[in-house]
């Protein structure tokens, strides 16, 4: 039996509301993080979806009206990830992985020559924390991801992990062969601004209509019909 070519070389894989929830412990560490560096807790939450780490910090920081925002913002940025590891617990606790996901991750793991990592707004430690809460950190080459650690706009992080692959894995990947996995518009903004494709979920905060509207690739409720999931990295 000849093998079958697939269009897609590599999956890029959002976390918080694509691959995991994780409750809402993610918002109250920020909040506590931010307040031990500050001396000042938010009284308002920044929408996080699609987000980067730096990104969402420094909102928090402007909406507070903090003076000297960039030493804060590299302070709070370090100390996150001790914060989220002292609380992974609550993480397993509180959270879940999200329907299919096993089943699909399995699914990539099986198509030879698609490879599969991270595409996330988390800093890489924060994206290794999380994932362990849930076991799913053994399933991803950490090395070649790209996150909210390598810059603070997520729409510069398709050429991120592509550069990665080039030099870690001697693998030179075109744009137009990489599926962004994600539940929010930014994903969709992600993958366009990378020339990759896109496959919206309605796991996290927008709605299947929302997204459907955003005309994304691929729109679908949730990655439990695994074949359906599949057919999209044709």
């Known amino acids: 039996m000849g093998k079958l070519l697939h269009m897609t070389q590599l999956v890029l894989w959002d976390i918080d509301g694509t691959l995991v929830h994780a409750g809402n412990v993610a918002g109250e560490i920020f909040n506590q993080t931010i307040e031990r560096v500050t001396g000042s807790r938010p009284t308002v939450q920044v929408r996080m979806s699609g987000k980067t ?3 969402i910090t420094r909102e928090y920081l402007e909406l507070m009206k903090i003076k000297d925002i960039e030493s804060a913002l590299e302070e709070i940025l370090q100390t996150l990830p001790v914060d989220l590891e002292r609380q ?4 397993r ?3 879940w992985v999200l329907p299919g996901i096993h ?3 399995d699914g990539v793991e099986a198509l030879e020559g698609v490879e599969q990592t991270l595409l996330t707004g ?10 362990k809460a849930f076991d799913l950190d053994h399933r991803f080459d950490f090395a070649v991801g790209a996150y909210g650690s390598d810059h603070h706009d997520r729409r510069e992080l398709v050429p991120v992990a592509l550069e990665r692959y080039r030099r870690l894995r001697a693998r030179v990947i075109p744009p137009h062969e990489v599926l962004v996995i994600g539940d929010s518009p930014n994903d969709l903004a992600c993958a366009r601004a990378g020339g990759a494709r896109c496959l919206l979920v309605a796991t996290g905060r927008t709605t299947f209509d929302e997204l459907r509207e955003l005309q994304p690739d691929f729109v679908m409720a949730n990655l439990e019909d695994t074949s359906a999931f599949l057919e999209t990295l044709l």
């Not at 988390?122 to 994932?131: F, G, S, Y």
């Open 53 to 55: 780490d730096p990104q």
């Open 122 to 131: 988390n800093l890489e430690k924060n994206a290794r924390i999380k994932l």
């Open 88 to 91: 992974q617990h609550l993480i």
């Open 103 to 105: 089943s699909a991750l």
């Open 93 to 95: 606790e509180q959270g």
